[in-house]
């Protein structure tokens, strides 16, 4: 018994939600013209009659989107502030590093947003190398005041006299 392929749908003019189909290239592929940019994007059979919505589509979103930015939404879930409110605290620390004052990071990444670990509350923005360094002494100011201390009189200075 030799195993039939079951036969291909025509969808030529097939309209749905998002779009006409417009063409095809492979058994498999139809090009659908979307009614949301106007260009072209390739889909399966099953996603054109499911409605389903080109994920190569400029004006895609998914189903779970909250209308915020990437960006915006990952500051406001992990720190509590907004990214206009991240803004305003640059624009106040004269679009720099809090502590060195750096305006930009060298990988082109976006300057941290420094806050306490115990109580989450947002202090600051830092770039990267201030950060770490508040990170590494564990934000104790006593830790702090003891590298200013090894600055200042570094135990090799007691060897030299």
């Known amino acids: 018994m030799t195993r039939s392929r079951k036969p291909r749908i025509n ?24 009614k949301s940019c106007g260009k072209e994007h390739e889909q399966t059979s099953r996603e054109i009659q499911r409605n389903q919505k080109s994920m190569s589509c400029e004006n895609y979103r998914p189903h779970n989107w909250s209308g915020l930015e990437k960006q915006d939404s990952h500051i406001r879930r992990t720190y509590g502030i907004t990214l206009e409110q991240y803004h305003e605290l640059l624009k106040i620390q004269n679009d720099g590093c809090a502590i060195c004052g750096r305006k930009e990071e060298p990988d082109g990444r976006r300057l941290a947003i420094d806050h306490c670990h115990n109580s989450g509350n947002v202090r600051g923005i830092l770039c990267n190398n201030c950060n770490n360094g508040l990170g590494s002494f564990g934000d104790s100011i006593n830790g702090m005041l003891k590298a200013i201390e090894y600055l200042k009189n570094p135990p090799m200075n007691a060897l030299a006299r």
């Open 11 to 34: 969808l030529f003019g097939y309209e749905n939600d998002q779009g006409v189909v417009v063409r095809t290239e492979n058994p498999n592929k139809w090009f659908i013209k979307c």
